[in-house]
Nanobody
Framework: QVQLVESGGGLVQPGGSLRLSCAAS????????MNWYRQAPGKERSMVAS????????NYADSVKGRFTISRDNSKNTVYLQMNSLKVEDTAVYYC?????????WGRGTQVTVES
């Protein structure tokens, strides 16, 4: 079955950087668009970034454009989210996601906390 395992979260000061990873298994990783979502306390889950199967097309939420970079390594079945210039408002649980045949699969998430 589909399995997504996020890692790389943690506590960082404003202006700092983190790199999230998502290791995928159980499906043809190189054939699917991969997504990162986040959910802050009291807020709905929202998409942060997406990357096409080949990696040639990326999309970002306006709030993270210019600061976050999504990438993937299809040889390692892994998708990454490089987060720079982090802000307090980036604090959230970050989830890896893939939609296969209309159904969404999610990892358990990794906590990112940005505070002084």
């Amino acid at each position: 079955q589909v399995q997504l395992v996020e890692s790389g979260g943690g506590l960082v000061q404003p202006g700092g950087s983190l790199r999230l990873s998502c290791a995928a298994s159980g499906f043809a990783f190189s054939s699917y668009t991969m997504n990162w979502y986040r959910q802050a306390p009291g807020k709905e889950r929202s998409m942060v970034a997406s990357i096409s199967a080949s990696g040639g097309i990326t999309n970002y939420a306006d709030s993270v454009k210019g600061r976050f970079t999504i990438s993937r390594d299809n040889s390692k079945n892994t998708v990454y989210l490089q987060m720079n210039s982090l802000k307090v408002e980036d604090t959230a649980v970050y989830y890896c996601n893939v939609y296969i045949r209309g159904g969404g699969s999610w990892g358990r998430g990794t906590q990112v906390t940005v505070e002084s």
